[in-house]
């Protein structure tokens, strides 16, 4: 009898894979195993659930026995895999051992919390996933003020969500600029303000140092001085991919779990995708690359070895103070091209006439259709042999 397949991990890229390998081989045993309880939800959701009142039973689509039944497969839920064996093909948890034919790790990536100094006890909650958010939801009962580690991606839309939720926002972090990673100065600029506008405050070009616990509230101290009265705690500052696993059966890890175009680890048999994987030196914890991971992946394993390609890669900012939508890489000096302006803005950036990166925010956004057919692939398909 064949030994199954079996996927670690039941986010977005470990569900996904399995319907899609599904449509392509219904008779192999498929095996998935979670830390967590393995319902099915759909993890954007969580960026605008708490202003929309959502309970965790809401944003819960499909539990761990119906997505058992759906996919023909056998589902262990609050499972840790503590040891992966290469050489021999097996992986163990909760004290036994199961052999496996091809393994993929769907490990995800965790929150990261800046380190800092802390008194008494102090809880950071995070928004990653499905237990996190029903630990903050049960967190927030009143109106609160919320100190958020972080003004990237998903600071800033945690921070328009308890906006419109009804608490305030303050974000801490030491760039000059909201999402300095992913937009130029003009367009984070513009999202400062109309956040600001809705009731946010920001803190930036400075860091949390120390948090000490005041009853029932915490102090906390920036490095410039400052001090801040919250209630709650939340860490926005970057996610980090989940290697330890990988790295402990020694598979190749940097960024993320080094994988070729085909998805494989350095080691024979075994699989990676999602925000735990790095390929070619890029670690793209964002949907659409995810799913063009799933659907070459899929066939891989199927027996139909496919190499992935990155399309053009837009990507949605879910901050309706002020909406976003950026696609592509330009260098930290680029010079944009821009038109409009605030809060309806166009900015492109090329060279030798070639799009290479656009931003689009407001009433612009309908610009972005016409734009995505103009950029280059992030990552090429791979010339057929």
């Known amino acids: 009898m064949a030994l199954p397949i079996v996927i670690i991990g039941t986010g977005l890229a470990g569900y996904n894979l399995a319907r899609e390998f599904r449509q392509l081989d219904q008779d192999s045993e498929l095996v998935l195993i979670s830390r967590d ?32 039944e759906q996919l023909q497969a056998k589902i ?18 909760a004290g036994q051992r199961l052999a496996y034919r091809k393994l993929v790790l769907a490990l995800g990536a965790e929150p990261w919390i800046p380190p800092l100094q802390t008194e008494g006890l102090i809880e950071i909650h995070s928004v990653n996933d499905l ?34 939720a009804g608490h305030q926002a303050l974000l801490v972090a030491p760039c000059a600029w909201p999402l300095p990673e992913q937009l130029p100065e003009l367009v984070a600029t513009a999202l400062q303000t109309e956040l600001e506008a809705a009731g946010a405050q920001f803190y930036l070009n400075t860091s949390v140092q120390r948090i000490s616990q005041q ?9 410039n001085g400052q001090q801040l009265q919250v209630d709650t705690i939340i860490t926005a500052a970057g996610l980090r991919p989940r290697t330890t696993l990988a790295s402990q059966a020694g598979l190749v890890t940097a960024k993320g779990i080094v994988v070729n175009r085909q998805l494989q680890t350095s080691v024979p048999d075994i699989y990676a995708l999602g925000d735990c994987v790095e390929l070619e030196g890029l670690n793209l914890q964002y949907i659409l690359p995810l799913m063009a991971e799933v659907r070459a992946l899929a066939k891989t394993l199927a027996g139909q070895p496919t190499a992935v390609a990155y399309g053009p890669m ?4 879910k901050t309706p103070a002020l909406p976003i939508v950026f696609a592509g890489r330009a260098p930290a000096d680029a010079q944009w091209f821009v038109e409009g302006s605030a809060p309806h803005l166009s900015l492109q950036y090329r060279e030798q006439e070639q799009l290479l990166a656009y931003v689009v925010t407001g009433e612009r956004q309908r610009e972005r259709l016409r734009l995505n057919r103009q950029l280059p692939f992030v990552l090429p398909a791979l010339p057929a042999e």
């Open 314 to 317: 837009p990507t949605v900012v």
């Open 215 to 223: 009853d029932s509230a915490y102090r906390a101290e920036l490095a």
């Open 76 to 93: 262990y839920s609050e499972t840790e895999v503590t040891a992966i064996n290469p050489a021999e093909h097996w992986l163990e948890f």
């Open 37 to 68: 309880g393995a319902e099915f939800y759909s993890k954007p959701l969580l960026s605008n659930a708490l202003s929309q009142g959502l309970a965790v039973e809401q944003i819960m689509t499909s539990s761990a026995e119906h997505m058992a």
């Open 131 to 164: 237990p996190s958010y029903a630990r903050l939801r049960q967190a927030l009962p009143r109106q609160q003020r919320v100190l958020i580690l972080g003004a990237g991606l998903i600071g800033c839309e945690i921070a328009n969500d308890l906006l419109l």
